[in-house]
């Protein structure tokens, strides 16, 4: 046994099995499944993810174990795992001593006020005296006292949504994604206050023979980030519109040229935002590009 371990006799059993990193990740629920394909994206596999509580991972040194979200930041502080992927909501909310490592691009919501539709809000003062029913209320008392208004907070853990017509309070205050539970239950969104996604978190105090793990594993992770919502194109094109061509697809340095067998014709290879890609297909095509091939990318390493 290492020694810092020895000098944490208070720490859990679990903090000993088989001495490696070990990241928190949600048994089951919305960041369960993009948990697990993010890390396999990464090159990390879990065996038979949903019977297990502590599992060992393929393709790297990294134990999982599978939690209630609600319990990922106290066991990440406590130390029981040295990582944890979990919505920033609940780190927040929590007031977990942990190091946000880096935000994961999955899971997004906000919390936001919403009212019942016909109840004339006009404003945040509206919510004078008013009864909040939420899940969330360290981050809504945030709120209320930043804005100096004074109100009642009915803290409820099941379906919030419902509050407003239970006659349990005048709004909510709740996560909210698409919206359309909220429009089937009469109630509009009124303020966005707080925007969350998945992150991942750390221990403060992670011991020492961890660290090189952990920047393994972010490099992976921003290698796939970078990735994400990035296309690889490749066409040919007539040499006299090269330099246009150039200026269209300027790539992380410039585009890869490769010479091809008609005379007055090269290759021309290059990474373009997907969001801009029709937009570069039809400026490239009236400079007289042809066969253009577009495909997904895995990983960016810049
Ligand atoms: P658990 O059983 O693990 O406690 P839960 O029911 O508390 O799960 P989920 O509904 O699975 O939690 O949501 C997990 C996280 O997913 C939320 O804390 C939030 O960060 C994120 N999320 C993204 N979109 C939504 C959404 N529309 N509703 C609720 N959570 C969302
Ligand atoms: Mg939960």
């Known amino acids: 046994m290492k020694d810092e371990y020895k000098a944490c006799p208070e720490r859990s059993r679990f903090f000993y099995f ?20 993010m890390l396999q994206s990464i090159g990390i596999e879990i065996d038979d993810p949903k019977r297990k509580f502590l599992s060992k991972a393929r393709g790297f040194e990294l134990e999982t174990l599978f939690l209630r979200d609600d319990d990922i930041p106290g066991v990440v502080e406590a130390g029981t795992a040295s990582l944890g992927i979990v919505g920033l909501n609940e780190v927040v909310e929590r007031g977990a001593n942990v190091e946000i490592v880096t935000r994961l691009g999955f899971g ?16 945040l003062f509206w919510l004078e005296g008013k009864r909040i029913a939420t899940s969330y209320p360290a981050i809504l008392g945030r709120f209320l006292e930043e804005k100096g208004i004074h109100a009642t907070t009915e803290i409820i853990t099941g379906s919030v949504e419902i509050a407003p017509a239970a006659g349990i309070a ?9 919206g359309s539970t909220l429009i089937s239950n009469g109630l509009i969104e009124v303020e966005r206050v707080f ?32 990735s994400r919502g990035m296309k690889y194109m490749m066409m040919n094109i007539p040499l006299a ?59 960016i390493i810049l």
């Not at 005048?170 to 698409?178: A, E, G």
């Not at 998945?198 to 980030?225: C, G, Q, T, W």
């Not at 090269?242 to 005379?263: G, H, W």
Request: glycine share 4%.
């Open 18 to 37: 088989n001495n490696m990193l070990r990241i928190a990740i949600q048994s089951k629920g919305r960041l369960n499944e993009d948990s697990l394909s």
């Open 170 to 178: 005048d709004c909510i205050f709740d996560i909210v994604s698409s």
């Open 195 to 226: 925007e969350s996604e998945a992150v991942l978190i750390a221990d403060k105090n992670m011991p020492e023979e961890y660290v090189p793990a952990l920047d393994e594993l972010l490099f992976r992770i921003e290698s796939h980030k970078t």
């Open 108 to 123: 997004k919501c906000r919390i936001s006020l919403a009212v019942p539709k016909n109840s004339g809000y006009d404003g």
């Open 241 to 299: 519109s090269l330099d246009e061509a150039t200026k269209i697809l300027p790539a992380m340095r410039s585009p890869s040229v490769l010479p091809l067998a008609s005379e007055g014709w090269c290759s021309l290879h290059s990474v373009v935002e997907a969001s801009t890609m029709w937009e570069k297909i039809r400026q490239l095509k009236a400079i007289g590009a042809e066969g253009i091939l577009v495909t997904d990318l895995d990983k």
